[in-house]
Every structure is written in C-alpha cells, then in structure tokens.
C-alpha cells in the first residue's frame, strides 16, 4: 500500500508521538486508506523516576492529540479548515504477553493484504 500525501502526514504524526508524549514508545502502525492500526505502549511510571506530572498518561489523550495534531495537517494541505477526519471512539486493546505482541505485530503488517476485502473499501465485492 502507498500512501498518499494525506497518509503521509498521518504516518508523520504517529511517528512524532514519542516526542510529544516521553513515556510513550510508537510500535508497528499502519496507514489504511479508511483507518489506522497501530501499537502505543506507555512506559510503566513505577520502573522510573519521573515526576509526578508524568505519572499518569491515559491513553485516551494520547490518541486525542493523535487525532487532533493530524486532523490539523490534513485540513491544512486539503484547504479545509475546522473539517472533521476522525470518528469519534477507537478501538483499544491492551497486550499482554510477547505472544499477543506478536500476534498484533502482524496483524498489523499484514492489514494491507486484506484491504480489497474491508467493508470500508468501495471497490470490495462483498
């Protein structure tokens, strides 16, 4: 799959996550052309040393500034201020064990294969 103009800055955001949000680690992430798959893992506060600020990052707001910061750019290189991109809700699911890691890993990297079958796709026949 390649990504368009759009996808690429969606892929951009995604990937500067980190630096927004320090206790934060982006994983496997893949732009569809109707969605996005992607693994966040949060930094367990309790192994560190940080600030009490930091102790708590829902991943809610992660996903908000996500949602936000991309929508933003979109509308910027669209020329359509103030227009909605995203649904309202995600879906979330904690992983925890390497084998379900690997398991999300490739669905993930995989996803992409599946797209001409996706209710979403409108060229899908089913």
């Known amino acids: ?39 966040i893992s949060i930094i367990d506060t309790n192994q560190h040393n940080f600030n009490q600020e930091c102790d708590s990052l829902p991943l809610g707001k992660i996903i908000a500034y996500f949602k936000y910061i991309s929508t933003k750019k979109i509308n910027i290189q669209r020329k359509t201020p103030g227009h909605r991109i995203w649904q309202r809700n995600y879906y979330e699911h904690v992983i925890r064990d390497e084998e379900e890691m690997s398991r999300a890993r490739e669905y993930i990297e995989t996803n992409p294969l599946r797209w001409a079958l996706d209710k979403y796709n409108p060229n899908c026949a089913i």
């Open 1 to 39: 799959m390649c990504p368009n103009d759009i996808g690429e800055a969606v892929a951009e955001c995604w990937k500067t996550l980190s630096i927004r949000f320090p206790l934060v680690e982006v994983d496997n992430f893949v732009v569809m052309p109707s969605h996005v798959h992607g693994i």
